[in-house]
């Protein structure tokens, strides 16, 4: 049997879910028809946009755009910079995933100037740190709710509060899509003007996500076509994505405090047992406040993607830092980012746990990784 421990990667649907998903199949239509068919579909994607507001906490005039993910919804967010008027102005982080970091390099390529602030070693942006690089001539301000390779957790109701005292005008937002599902979320109670959530991060079908944007902030559309979601998102909706993105967030909104209880039971043995079987590895942002699902460590001398190979050919699926860049020889942005070496970085893996995990899982993880680890080394060894 495959033990999965790569949730941080995709989260696939609970069976419950996979069941609402098939009968949705047969009741498809377009929200855009007037016809009865089209009626119905628009009112589940109106449902759907109610469920989303009260799983992050958004008010009732909060505007909810459904996406096809989190990159769809970074890049609306960010091609408001390039809509603004000259000269452009933004300030994020150089941990936050390649679907921020990308479009702001093609910001810059416009001229934007873009300012990156580093984390602390443990992996933390600090408000202390982005607020004093904002000026109130900063269109906007993006830094990740909590990072999809350490786990590490942004404060970002104080960055938020911080940034706002400063430069009341600028636009705040937050890739939020590893928090969901793992920790509570208070959209109405930050001074965020917009989130961003991804279904497959917590259980609905990857290709669909929603941004979260606060009333009385106006967008410029990136994908002009229909009038759908209030003209910033041309394009027939993805109706069977959108019904799964909201039966995960009921589920989320039923059962939190024990999904985020199960989580931290399974990591925490985890990294326990681990660390009594192999004392020399590093848990990245051990000392800060992280998601109670991830694990970032570095077991030195050995390379985290033979590492993740080995583990696969034993049914076990863990990750050498982020998944979407797996498969590239650079090390991890991330780690490097955090002041580790390339050597260390690429000595990393993450593995990030489901809540309906038990805890016993984590003894069979570290087992087998533990049996890798020596095969490796007994092979440096012997070479
Ligand atoms: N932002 C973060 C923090 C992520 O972890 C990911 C996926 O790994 C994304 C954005 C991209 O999400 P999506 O696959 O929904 O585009």
């Known amino acids: 049997m495959i033990l999965d421990l790569d949730a941080n990667a995709t989260y696939a649907p609970s069976e419950r879910l996979q069941g609402v998903i098939t009968s949705a199949c047969s009741r498809l239509g377009n929200p855009s028809s007037l016809h009865r068919g089209g009626q119905r579909a628009k009112a589940a994607i109106e449902g759907a946009r109610e469920v989303i507001r009260a799983l992050v906490g958004a008010g009732s005039n909060d505007t909810v755009v459904f996406t096809s993910g989190a990159t ?3 890049n609306l967010i960010l091609h408001q910079v390039s809509t603004a008027q000259s000269p452009a102005r933004v300030v994020s982080s150089t941990i936050e995933h390649p679907c921020v970091l990308e479009p702001l390099k093609a910001l810059q390529r416009i001229g934007c100037t873009v300012t990156l602030v580093n984390p602390t070693q443990e992996g933390e942006v600090l408000a202390g740190t982005v607020a004093p690089a904002v000026t109130t001539e900063d269109q906007l301000v993006s830094v990740m709710w909590a990072n999809n390779e350490t786990g590490v957790l942004n404060d970002i109701p104080h960055i938020a509060a911080a940034v706002r005292s400063q430069a009341p005008r600028t636009l705040i937002h937050s890739d939020s899509a590893q928090l969901i599902g793992k920790l509570p ?5 930050s001074a965020l003007d917009a989130m961003t959530i991804s279904g497959h991060k917590f259980g609905a079908l990857p290709g669909v996500g929603a941004l979260i944007v606060r009333e009385g902030v106006s967008l410029a559309p990136q994908l002009l076509g229909g009038p759908q979601e209030q003209k910033l998102r041309g394009g027939t909706e ?8 909201a039966a995960a967030a009921n589920e989320v909104l039923e059962t939190l405090s024990e999904r985020t209880i199960a989580m ?3 990591r925490d043995r985890f990294e326990v047992e681990l660390r009594r079987a192999l004392p020399d590895i590093t848990i990245h942002g051990e000392r800060a406040a992280r998601l109670p699902n991830t694990s970032s460590i570095t077991i030195p001398n050995i390379r985290g993607d033979d ?9 076990v699926q863990i990750s050498s830092g982020a998944a979407c860049s797996s498969g590239k020889p650079e090390p991890s942005h991330v780690l490097l980012a955090l002041g580790q070496s390339e050597e260390r970085a690429r000595s990393t893996i993450r593995v990030s746990f489901r809540a309906d995990q038990g805890a016993e899982v984590a003894s069979r993880a570290v087992e087998v990784l533990v049996a890798a680890v020596s095969r490796m080394h007994s092979t440096v060894r012997s070479v």
């Open 185 to 189: 979320v208070d959209f109405k109670r």
């Open 72 to 74: 769809e919804c970074n």
């Open 307 to 315: 590492l993740v190979v080995a583990l696969d050919l034993h049914g």
């Open 238 to 245: 993805n109706l069977l994505g959108i019904v799964s993105l």
């Open 264 to 266: 931290a039971a399974v």
